[in-house]
């Protein structure tokens, strides 16, 4: 079969590649771009851990061909901070709060946490377990990632009323 | 795992589209969410030379109220339905039926027309459909056909539908002010398919039971519409008594597989748990 001429905006770069159309979003992401933040955890779109955000919505990059992804706008865990390294908010609470053991969700969670906070800046806890709920994690138990997404809410909602 | 190879399609216009399922037959499927579809092509379940992706023809999303029915656009997407503001207004169970499909990230994808297209006993769609008497749109190469919930579902993955139809909308005739409903679901997890489930929809008129309707999820080859559970609480209070005969009238016709989630006998006594459990939150909240 012929390759796909794909287009698409990653991290805010353009890119523009050759691709088998039956190649999944996130085999194009780690082989071919090098993104590897988003990891392969189940392969049948349970755990989460593939999430990137696409086109404005938390995406299991392991259930989308890459053909389906033409035209679209992509942001991975590596797009979460800035260019000159200082973390997403998202990032440093995971850290501060020990929302990660293994780190192996991790790329995933605060993907989806991104979109979350962007849509709901102001979950409860259980609006947080329910947005979060696509995501599995074997090591936390979770408290801690529910704690640290709280606390980057907060921060962030802090920094916004600041500026007005 | 990685699915066989395809041509990708992704036509501008509705004719296009159905053009190249007619076209290619057999060889050929849509793709909206993928949700079902690609899971299904990655274990090579379902193999095709043609993927004719959907996202990019106009018209296809959106909800609007028209002549006392709900149009429910096919490319509607799960959390478009949670979202939706009409729907809320007029038909919440919608809501709390696509709440409580997989996840966040699989209802940002996954599409009504694609739920109910799919055939697929566990998806919980079909029977909410089914108790709404909902209507469904298909385009073909020789036109619109409309397909009744209630008689689309042959077995499993088989369907009334056509190689060459696509789904365009989905019709609802808009619930009464006032109506009571409910969808109960059982699940392992978040993101498991039901164990058994349960739509109901009623009104109440001066204490009595005018209307009902139900119907199960996951507990058959197909959704099952339960007629005759639903006529055991019309004209009666939905006291304990007709309650009762609903749910056992709803048992009878469950036919579950056995499977990871149990064995036949709990699983069919889940759909009547269900049922009743329906009944019971449909009643609370018709006014
Ligand atoms: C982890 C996980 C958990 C899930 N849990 C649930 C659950 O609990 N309940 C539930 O209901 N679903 C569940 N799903 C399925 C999910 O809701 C799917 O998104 C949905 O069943 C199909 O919608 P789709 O838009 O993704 O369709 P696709 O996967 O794109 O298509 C499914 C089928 O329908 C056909 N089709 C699609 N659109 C049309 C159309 N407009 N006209 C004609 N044919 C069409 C396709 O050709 C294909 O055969 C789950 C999925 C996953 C991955
Ligand atoms: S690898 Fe995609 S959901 Fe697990
Ligand atoms: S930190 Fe190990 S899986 Fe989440």
Excluded: W
């Amino acid at each position: 079969m012929s390759k796909l001429h794909v287009q698409l905006t990653v991290n805010g770069r353009e890119i523009e590649a050759l691709a088998e159309p039956r190649m999944l979003l996130i085999h194009f992401l780690r082989e071919q771009l090098n993104l590897t933040g988003p990891h392969i955890g189940c392969d049948t779109s349970h755990c989460g851990a593939c999430t990137v955000d696409l086109d404005g919505k938390s995406v299991k990059s392991c259930t989308m061909f890459v053909a389906q992804a033409d035209g679209a706008e992509i942001r991975t865990i590596e797009g979460m901070a800035q260019p000159d390294g200082t973390l997403h908010v998202l990032q440093e609470m995971f850290r501060e709060y020990h929302g990660l053991q293994c780190g192996f969700c991790t790329p995933g969670m605060i993907t989806r946490a991104y979109r979350l906070l962007q849509e709901n800046p102001n979950p409860s806890d259980e609006e947080i377990r329910f947005g979060i709920s696509g995501n599995l994690c074997r090591c936390t138990g979770y408290q801690n990632i529910v704690v640290a997404i709280r606390a980057a809410a907060d921060q962030l909602n802090a920094a916004k009323e600041a500026a007005e | 795992m990685i699915s066989g190879s395809f041509e990708y399609h992704r036509p501008k216009s509705l004719d296009e589209a159905v053009g190249l399922l007619d076209q290619h037959g057999d060889d050929a499927r849509v793709v909206a969410g993928g949700h079902s579809l690609i899971p299904m092509m990655k274990l090579r379940m379902a193999m095709l030379d043609h993927l004719i992706d959907l996202q990019a023809i106009d018209g296809l999303k959106g909800v609007r109220e028209e002549g006392g029915n709900l149009l429910i656009g096919a490319m509607t997407t799960q959390s478009e339905l949670i979202a939706d503001p009409t729907l809320a207004a007029k038909c919440p169970i919608m809501a709390e039926t696509a709440l409580q499909i997989a996840d966040p990230q699989v209802r940002y994808c996954g599409t009504i027309g694609g739920n109910v297209a799919n055939g697929d006993p566990g998806n919980d769609m079909p029977a909410l459909m089914q108790a709404l008497d909902a209507t469904y749109i298909a385009q073909g190469p020789n036109g619109t056909r409309e397909i009744a919930a209630r008689v689309f579902y042959e077995a499993v993955f088989f369907t009334a539908l056509q190689d060459n139809e696509i789904i365009t909308a989905v019709r609802i005739p808009t619930p009464p002010d006032g109506h009571g409903h409910a969808y109960e679901k059982q699940k392992r997890k978040i993101g498991d398919y039901a164990t058994a489930a349960a739509a109901v929809l009623l009104t109440m008129s001066g204490g009595r039971c005018a209307t009902a309707a139900i119907a199960l999820t996951n507990v058959g080859d197909t959704p099952l519409y339960a007629e005759d559970a639903a006529a055991a609480l019309i004209g009666t209070a939905v006291d304990a008594a007709a309650i009762d005969r609903a749910v056992a009238l709803a048992e009878g016709i469950a036919s579950p597989a056995a499977d990871a989630r149990g064995p036949v006998d709990f699983r069919t006594k889940l759909a009547g748990v269900m049922v009743r459990r329906a009944i019971a939150r449909a009643l609370e909240r018709a006014a």
